[in-house]
């Protein structure tokens, strides 16, 4: 990265054709242009494997679960 | 989690110097990018069901090197395919207009009074005062990296805004003054060589790599054996950080098409480097204007003071607003219990200072109700964002460590119990549905850990996933200090007391920041 313009937050300026978001596992998604990661990109992965196993993430429960995030606790 | 209370008490405080926490945000501005921002991996109203891991491997890419070479200090390397002139020219902005092998500074202005008896060369430099090719550069960069609305205010505020190489340290007061530093390391480097003999040049490039050299030193001298248990680093550093490079080589196993052998944990990035949230003041002693004698700075004040923040329709940062690093650097600092801030941070635990609840720089962009509310309240942010990245539990972190070794403490199985004196959180985190007593988000789970040991550092979960990453960033790159065995008694760079540049006070000295 050469020069980050954007602070904290906002979001990712959408990458290829509108709508059209690219989940495909055979590449990964280039750099936003302006963000001219130029000399090179990175990667982000788990240190924890084996990925996705049930008894290293939460679990699926209903509505209460799922709004978690929102509670004053 | 955020605490409720109008200001800190003894219970909240910590005996850490404030300056860590501003610190360990200057430090993940160094290695990463991306992780706290709304994308296709990541979306807070999209939050169901999260992307699988392997989605998020492939497509999380890191904005940033992930090396301590201070390129948020001086760019990167403008080179690159598509990478136009205008990216030079902006990295040329950095640097000052006649004495070339000096960074450029701002100049704050008045009102005053300054904090010292220093020079008034103590902001950041900001686009007013370059000329105005290096501003339309930056525009057509920024125009081609932002979303219309961000890049609308940015465009209104450019004279304002910081010309460094990233905007992220222009955030807030604390972290823009400590940003300074670095430049002003930099350009002191420069003068001590002219003016002594040591066999340097006194050019750019030594300038650089003795701010490097010295600035990584600190790192885990300073810094890491600050905020984590010092054995465990010690542990990482006799080791050569075996389990960060392990992880890295399964990665890259994982990985093969798209892997480009410097990938960072995401449990280090999305959940136990949070950890500094929790130690940021609702208001700090900035200096002696606001500070004692007088009344403290609100910590929203401290968001104003930036290019962002407006300054009030400052063009530049009023000299009453420069910082008194003396107030933020001593470690132990002795409580003075006049009622005003103390010179400490908060303790690392499970409770958020009030502002954290209502972040005024973020969201402002979407629709009031509840996904503004979300953006704009940090602890929602850092959970939502961790379930959404699929990071294991702070138990199954603990679990894996263990059995490689890497950690010896017992697992907290119900982190329940550690808060027998908050019936609400012990309900809540054993009654949801989800048994998040037992199964705890990993950034929860490392509060706790602090938690459970006083709050004074990271405790063992926290301390290996923060220590094991950075040594292991550091002894990735051949030229880093750890791995040339640096120590700042071998420097060219002495103190007026012929005394090495071994501490953060010290830093501040030299660089001419602090008295």
């Known amino acids: 990265m050469t020069v980050m313009f954007q602070s904290h937050g906002g979001t990712e300026k959408s990458e290829g054709a509108p709508g059209a978001p690219d ?9 936003a242009d302006g963000d001219i990661a130029v000399d090179e990109q990175a990667d982000f992965g788990y240190l924890v494997p084996p990925l996705d196993a049930p008894k290293t993430t939460f ?11 929102n509670s004053e606790a | 989690m955020i605490d409720q209370a109008a200001s800190e008490t003894t219970d909240t405080d910590s005996t850490l110097p404030p300056v860590l926490t501003y610190w360990g945000q200057f430090l993940d501005h160094e290695l990463t990018a991306r992780t706290d921002r709304e994308s296709l991996i990541t979306s807070f109203s999209n939050a169901h069901p999260p992307q699988s891991s392997s989605v998020v491997e492939a497509q999380l890419r890191n904005a940033r090197t992930p090396r301590f070479d201070l390129d948020s200090v001086y760019g990167g390397i403008p080179t690159g395919d598509g990478v136009s002139a205008d990216v030079a020219t902006v990295i040329s ?3 000052h207009p006649t004495q070339i092998n000096k960074m450029r500074v701002g100049t704050a202005i008045e009102p005053g009074p300054l904090p010292d008896s220093l020079d008034e060369h103590r902001d950041l430099p900001r686009y007013s005062q370059v000329q105005d090719s290096v501003r339309q550069a930056a525009l057509r960069l920024a125009q081609a990296s932002m979303s219309g609305e961000d890049f609308a205010a940015f465009e209104a505020t450019l004279p304002l805004r910081a010309l460094i190489g990233d905007q992220r340290n222009d955030e807030n007061l604390i972290v823009a003054q400590f940003h300074l530093s670095f430049l002003r390391f930099h350009n002191k480097a420069v003068d001590f060589l002219a003016s002594h003999d040591t066999g340097w040049i006194a050019d750019f490039h030594s300038a650089q790599l003795l701010t490097r050299l010295h600035y990584q030193w600190l790192i885990v001298e300073g810094y890491l054996k600050g905020i984590c248990q010092p054995a465990v680093v010690s542990r990482i550093v006799d080791s050569r950080a075996t389990h960060f490079f392990k992880f890295r080589a399964e990665y890259d196993a994982r990985q093969p098409a798209i892997r480009l052998g410097n990938a960072l944990p995401l449990e280090f990035s999305a959940a136990a480097y949070r950890f500094g949230h929790s130690m940021v003041r609702a208001a700090y002693d900035h200096n002696n204007t606001f500070g004692r004698p007088n009344n403290p700075a609100a910590f929203d004040l401290l968001f104003t003071f930036t290019g962002g923040g407006g300054m009030f329709g400052s063009p530049k940062l009023p000299k009453n607003w420069v910082i008194d690093w003396s107030r933020f650097v001593v470690a132990n600092p002795p409580k003075i219990n006049d009622g005003q801030a103390e010179r400490v941070a908060r303790k690392i635990d499970t409770e958020l200072a009030p502002p954290l609840g209502v972040m005024q720089k973020e969201g402002n962009n979407l629709p009031a109700g509840q996904l503004q509310d979300l953006f704009k309240h940090l602890a929602r942010r850092n959970l939502r964002r961790g379930y959404n990245l699929r990071l294991p539990t702070g138990q199954a972190v603990h679990r894996y460590l263990r059995q490689h070794g890497a950690v010896t403490s017992p697992p907290i199985e119900d982190v329940s119990t550690i808060f027998a004196g908050k019936p609400n959180m012990q309900d809540f985190l054993t009654n949801s549905g989800a048994k ?24 063992e979960v926290g301390s290996w996933l923060v220590a094991s990453t950075i040594i292991g960033v550091l002894l990735s790159d051949p030229d880093s200090a750890l791995s040339r065995d640096f120590t700042p008694s071998q420097s060219p760079l002495r103190m007026n007391d012929d005394s090495p540049i071994d501490s953060i006070a010290k830093w501040m000295k030299f660089a001419v920041v602090m008295e």
Request: charged share 15%; with cysteine.
């Open chain 1, 23 to 31: 989940l495909s596992l055979s590449r990964a998604a280039p750099p």
């Open chain 1, 59 to 69: 679990l699926r429960v209903a509505r209460r679960s799922a709004n978690w995030m």
């Open chain 2, 93 to 95: 902005g950095m640097r």
């Open chain 2, 436 to 459: 998040f007593h037992q199964r705890t988000p990993l950034w929860f789970y490392c509060l706790a850990e602090a938690e459970q040991s006083g709050g004074q550092s990271l405790g």
